[in-house]
Every structure is written in structure tokens, then in C-alpha cells.
DNA sequence: GCAATACATGAGCAATCCTTCATATGATGG
DNA sequence: CCATCATATGAAGGATTGCTCATGTATTGC
């Protein structure tokens, strides 16, 4: 029996994965994350989604400003990497159930 | 690395857990899941969420549409119940997520 | 300094969503 | 049957969202 907050909370992180090309951002900077380079720049990202600049450096900045991501720059490049294990293993589950599902 | 398929089909659940109510009708079918009791009546649920009827009825309508719970009549009242373990996991997983997040 | 590269940001439009109001359907009791 | 209760459904308006286009900012190489 979550609080009110944590309700609040949970709706909004899940209104953040919702959408799919941030999705597939999140996707992406998770197996970063799970490698033993964890971050991403932009170019990378624009590349492995598919997404235009503008769209994918709007998305990042949606989930840096829900704290989902942490970016730091390099010269020209920004790289982005996710900020929490926890959102990682949680889109594993998720992942997890969707598959349960489906079969 | 999830296909295609296995993204979208993330991204609409996210979707349909990303509203309040819906997610408020959610946390509250999946206690009753896990009680002896493991349905709702709509009544139940407008009284649980504190939402109008019609929003009840349409929200239910979505999750029903979405396949993540199903409907019996018995007389005037019409019970809900969760389909499948694997969604009231995945909400367990989601406030855990959360839950570390906030600490 | 200037051009070029990498990224961020703002405005704007189309589309979707959320909720409410009104009304319909289904079931029961009298 | 008729009134009533429980739920479903449709239309509609306002808000939110997603994306694009245009432009701004930061950094580097020359």
C-alpha cells in the first residue's frame, strides 16, 4: 500500500518510460551502464535510436531534469550515463513481465 | 537488449500505468489480488480512488481493453480483478525502484 | 578571431489524453 | 412493468505531450 507521494512518484517515472524514444534512450544507457563504458554522448544516442538531435538532446534533458540521467562534458561531446541501478533493474523487470505476458 | 516488439509493448504498459488513476485502480487490485478476496467491484473502486464513476468505469475500460484485468458480472455489480501475478509484481519491483530513489 | 562541430533550447503545431456531462444498458425488487 | 441501482459509453473541451524547425551556446582547430 504505497503513500500518496510514492504513488505520485511512481506515476510520473512511469510516464518517462512511456514514452519510446525515451525509451529507447534508457534502453541504450542501460547496457552502457552495465559495460565497462557506461556512458553515451549524444551522437551515440542519436545514432542507436534513430532520433533527431533536437528530439534526443530534448528527451535527455526530460530525464536529466527527473534526475534519471547525469551528463558530463567532454570537449565538444556530452556524455550521459544513468544515474541509478534501480532504474536499471527495474526495466529489467519490467522487461521480464512484458515477456511473462506475451507468452 | 529488447527488440522492437518487446519496446513498444514496454512503452504502452508504461503508458497506461503513468496515469493516476489508473495506476491508483492498479495498487488497489493488486492488494485485493493478493488477499482471499482477489476482486474489486467498480463501486469498491470509486470508493477506493476517490474518483467519479464515469472515470472508474472508463479507466477500467482501458486496462480491460489492455488485457490487465478482466470482468465478471454478478448481478448488478461487476468485478475486476488483475489477470496476471507477473503486472502486481512489476508494481512491487517499480515502488521498490522508487523507494531507493527517494532514500 | 572564425568556421565548424556538438549539443541545448524555445516556439509552435498536431495529436493524444484526461476528465466531465449526459445518456444508454443491464439487472433487481416491488 | 417500473423505478432504481450499478455500470458502460459517447461526445466534447481543455490540458498535456511529442516532434520539428529555427536558433542559441559551448568548444575546438586553424
Redesign the pocket.
Known sequence: MPSANEQAALSRLF?LF?????LNLLVALRSAFRSEQPEL??????AITG????????????L?EAGLVT?R????????RMTAAAIATLLDDALLAVRREAA
Not at 562534458?73 to 550521459?80: E, K
Open positions: 510516464a512511456s514514452n519510446p524514444t525515451r554522448c549524444v551522437c551515440d544516442l542519436e532520433a533527431s538531435q533536437s528530439l534526443v538532446s530534448h528527451q535527455l534533458g526530460a536529466r551528463s562534458r567532454a570537449g565538444r561531446l556530452v556524455y550521459y
